[in-house]
């Protein structure tokens, strides 16, 4: 396992290691001994001739050249996830791979309504998802770990990232509840939301300003009961009716489907979008291609339209 002096198993090692932030921790992953990961970080740092880690507290955090190291070795690792999966199909039935990075404010009924149209394919997909902060993800894309991103923004602009941002569409946000907090507050919506128990996304999330402003506009004053920075978890306290909780109104029949949740009122001019990011400007991965073809445009923008 050596090229040009490299020895992939110590690239390993040091690999599980930084993932783990922990030589301990890496080792009962790889079920082995303590010093003997040790020893082979040692000789890998010996090999390239500088430190790929460093201790701060009880955590080994990665130096300088352990984060560029990291990153070529998420790079070699990944593609040879990819040659295993690809000598493993059949010349009949081949699998096509589609890594998918998900925006951790993305609502999870939206991105699992995004895949519907890729799963469809006539090609076996094999599906992989990672949920992270947007910011993550874009880095993760950039590098090629990823095939396209999901979230709820498009890129910024004026950075060195190349990616590109493909709109898909867009929904009007609305309240939900349980049925007994519908009986209380839909009659007189949206005045009965002064002092209404509600639920909402943490201020870092960009739907959490514009319900805010709706909110500011209107003089109304809600209890907000709980912030939440995931958006499963947030429907998750909606569902056991501590709360109104916001959600795209395009999706009211899954969230009461799944949540048990009714819709108790429209949030006027206050929606959501949806982006494809991806590392080129013409997708030619044929399974993102399939999302914008099937997607782009008619699925999320109905609400708006009436």
């Known amino acids: 396992m050596k090229t040009s002096g490299l020895n992939f198993r110590h690239l390993h090692y040091f690999w599980v290691v930084a993932k783990e932030g922990s030589v301990t921790r890496a080792a009962e992953r790889l079920g082995l001994a303590v010093q003997t990961v040790s020893a082979q970080i040692s000789l890998l740092e010996q090999s390239i001739g500088k430190a790929l880690l460093a201790p701060q507290g009880r955590r080994l955090v990665l130096t300088e050249a352990g984060r560029l190291a990291l990153g070529y070795a998420d790079q070699i690792f990944l593609l040879g996830e990819q040659m295993q999966d690809a000598l493993a199909a059949t010349e009949d039935e081949r699998t096509m791979r589609l890594a998918v990075g998900i925006s951790d404010s993305l609502p999870k009924l939206i991105s699992s309504r995004l895949l519907e149209a890729a799963l469809r394919l006539p090609q076996r997909v094999k599906l992989v998802c990672f949920e992270d902060k947007f910011e993550s993800l874009l880095g993760d894309l950039t590098l090629h770990k990823l095939d396209v991103v999901l979230t709820d923004r498009p890129a910024p602009s004026g950075t060195a ?31 009965s939301l002064s002092g209404a128990p509600v639920l909402l996304p943490t201020r870092n999330n960009l739907i959490r300003g514009r319900i805010d402003h709706w909110f500011e506009a209107r003089e109304l004053r809600p209890d907000v009961v709980g912030e939440f920075d995931d958006n499963a978890l947030l429907n998750t306290f909606g569902r056991s009716g501590l709360g109104l909780f916001p959600a795209p109104s395009a999706l009211a029949a899954d969230v009461e489907e799944q949540f048990g949740a009714v819709l108790i009122g429209q949030l006027d001019q206050v929606h959501e979008q949806f982006y494809a990011v991806s590392n080129e400007r013409k997708i030619k991965h044929p399974a993102v291609e399939a999302i914008l073809s099937a997607i782009h445009g008619r699925v999320f923008t109905q609400n708006r339209r009436k």
């Open 161 to 191: 990232l190349r990616v590109f941002s493909h709109l898909l569409g867009e929904s009007d946000i609305a309240l939900f509840g349980s049925k007994e907090l519908a009986k209380r507050y839909r009659p007189t919506f949206p005045n």
